[in-house]
């Protein structure tokens, strides 16, 4: 089979994937349930299908959730986006230098801190202040979500993560 489709497929399902599963938890109201999921899978992309696709999935995740309706700010979707690179990143080049349970708990701390720190710098301390300019009642909640829920959620979906991606890659035998 063409390697362009069989890619195209694998990163459309994990996108679609994302969608569906933030479409869903949205309903639950709870962003610790909504970003949890959102870091599972997209590590779970990076992990079982590779880093195009990871990053191919991190990219676009924040911007189709926002044209369905769920997702953030425009303004604050770059900063998301960044948020997301990271993570897959992290994830992808300390797996790759760390084989097994070691690498995957080297990965989730250091992706969920990394994650969390671009996040937090780039939208509480750029993003609200800078260039939203938000009276300060709603400056701070829009800071509280974007402050230790991002690393509680990258640390959840990680630790999912390191069950579940070497189940499906022996499932799947990569």
């Known amino acids: 089979m063409n390697q362009n489709i069989v890619w195209i497929t694998r990163t459309s399902l994990c ?5 569906i599963a933030q479409i869903a938890s949205v309903s639950f109201g709870s962003t610790l349930l909504t970003g949890t999921i959102v870091n599972l899978v997209l590590i779970v992309s990076v992990m079982v299908y590779g880093l195009s696709t990871g990053l191919t999935v991190a990219f676009i995740s924040p911007v189709l959730a926002k044209i369905f309706g769920i997702g953030p700010m425009w303004i604050l979707i770059p ?5 997301n690179l990271v993570i897959i990143l992290v994830w992808h080049f300390v797996c790759r230098k760390w084989k097994g349970g070691f690498g995957y708990i080297q990965a989730c701390v250091g992706g969920a801190a990394a994650k969390f720190l671009v996040m937090y710098l780039g939208i509480v301390k750029v993003a609200i202040p800078l260039l939203l300019r938000l009276p300060k009642s709603k400056a701070m909640a829009l800071s ?5 829920p991002q690393l509680i959620t990258a640390l959840a979906g990680g630790l999912f993560a390191v ?9 799947t035998k990569q």
């Open 163 to 171: 069950i579940i991606v070497p189940v499906i890659k022996n499932v």
């Open 15 to 19: 996108a679609a994937l994302l969608i």
């Open 144 to 148: 509280a979500v974007f402050f230790l």
């Open 79 to 83: 900063f998301i986006m960044s948020g």
